[in-house]
């Protein structure tokens, strides 16, 4: 008997070959002879893994969610990408500890895949688990030894700086833009200078990140409130004025730049510049206690106090804003509201002492001269370099019938100091 297939029968009929089918041409044995194949399946794990990913990218989260939820049922949670995907969801809805969860089941699925430990480290950090956080990251650090990651060193130093370990968070920042250089690894590294109490130290920083990022708006009003805050003005405007040439409807740099401006008795030019504020940022608390305090510069009382107080139903934890409003309420002779605002500020911020003084001219206003010389107490404690303390403090105890501790009191008044004045925002630096 013969090993190989037989070939196959053919017989004429009329003249014309026959087959028993088995000579058909390829491209028709593949194509079913011509009759549409089904396409093949995908493994079960996976099959819906683009349509998922699709809904994602486009944010159609019902749609993506119940995607999820059909394909975790038929593979038993046994798909990484599915989990993943709905980790990531639950996270944007706010719901931290089971993104988690679902990232820690996609790390047990899959332990070589980093992006599940990184995950995980995030959302660790939301929950405010440095500690916790940083290890995962160091983890996810040595696991990907052979290509770093900047992102990795860039989040370990935001959690050095959480847990306030300065030394090793500029040192993980810095490797992060060894690795690449990123406009946000410049902010995180300015800072940890300025919580450093190093100002000089993050001006440097805010400047090479500008020699990379010219034109970052944020980088420019960064670095101008910096220069305010080391009383280099002209460098400030400079700053301020480009960061506005590169987006004119940038809040901060208009509030800086119409501070400065404030600061200098030009009213009428800070409320030109506030009012382009006003038309971006209609609810910003500090927007409406600077306008508030330019009427106050400007005498227009009635206005001031309306403006603070809409500053204060937008922000009433803020106590600038509180001392604020007692210092307009103070000066047209309103103790008793004065005294309702400032107390309310010296809870806020009770080492403050122009607060106390505040508070101490109210309370002898109101015929309470114990807690007045309390207050001012308290005052020179908390600012004992203010001549504006001891000049009213003189002038109490002489109204007391104290002529001895008034002038000691006046003595020291002759020392350099700050004045009695509203206080006025431009942006915060951290």
Not at 114 to 132: C, E, T
Not at 170 to 187: G, I, K, N, P
Not at 225 to 251: D, I, R, V, W
């Amino acid at each position: 008997m013969s090993m190989y297939p037989s070939e196959p029968s053919v017989s004429s009929t009329n003249g014309k070959m026959e087959d028993s089918g088995l000579l058909e041409s390829p491209s028709s044995a593949l194509l079913g002879k011509g009759r549409p194949q089904k396409a093949p399946e995908l493994s079960l794990v996976e099959r819906r893994n683009w349509m998922i990913h699709i809904h994602y990218v486009r944010k159609e989260f019902d749609t993506c969610r119940a995607l999820v939820k059909e394909q975790l049922q038929e593979t038993g949670d046994m798909c990484e990408y599915a989990s993943y995907v709905q980790g990531l969801i639950l996270r944007s809805e706010g719901k931290i500890q089971q993104s988690f969860e679902m990232f820690q089941q996609c790390r047990e699925l899959n332990p070589q895949n980093v992006d599940n430990l990184r995950q995980m480290a995030r959302s660790l950090f939301l929950l405010g688990k440095f500690d916790m956080a940083l290890a995962a990251y160091s983890q996810a650090e040595k696991e990907s030894s052979k290509t770093p990651d900047w992102e990795i060193f860039y989040n370990k130093g935001v959690c050095y700086k959480h847990l306030k370990k300065y030394g090793p968070a500029r040192e993980a920042l810095q490797r992060s833009l060894q690795l690449h250089e990123h406009e946000r690894t410049y902010e995180q590294l300015g800072q940890v200078a300025l919580l450093q109490e190093n100002v000089h130290e993050a001006i440097s920083t805010y400047q090479q990140a500008i020699e990379q990022f010219p034109e970052s708006p944020d980088l420019l009003t960064t670095l101008g409130l910096l220069f305010m805050q080391a009383g280099q003005h002209q460098k400030a405007f400079e700053q301020l004025g480009t960061a506005l040439a590169y987006q004119q409807t940038n809040t901060g740099a208009i509030l800086a730049a119409g501070s400065m401006m404030q600061g200098h008795g030009e009213y009428d030019v800070a409320l030109s510049k506030y009012r382009v504020a006003a038309q971006i940022a209609p609810e910003s608390p500090p927007l409406w206690n600077n306008i508030g305090m330019c009427f106050f510069g400007k005498k227009k009382y009635v206005a001031a106090i309306s403006c603070l107080k809409r500053a204060n139903y937008l922000s009433p934890f803020d106590w600038k804003i509180l001392y604020n409003l007692g210092l307009v309420h103070l000066t047209m002779q309103q103790y008793a509201s004065a005294f309702h605002f400032v107390s309310a500020a010296v809870n806020l911020r009770p080492d403050r002492g122009q607060i106390y003084l505040l508070l101490a001219v109210s309370l002898s206003h109101l015929d309470d001269p114990e807690n007045a010389a309390q207050a001012y107490a308290a005052a020179l404690s908390a600012e004992p370099t203010d001549p504006a303390v001891p000049l009213n403090f003189a002038v109490f105890l002489h109204r007391s019938g104290q002529p001895a501790p008034s002038q000691q009191q006046l003595a020291e008044f002759e020392r350099p100091g700050v004045t009695l004045t509203g206080w006025c925002d431009a942006d915060q630096l951290v």
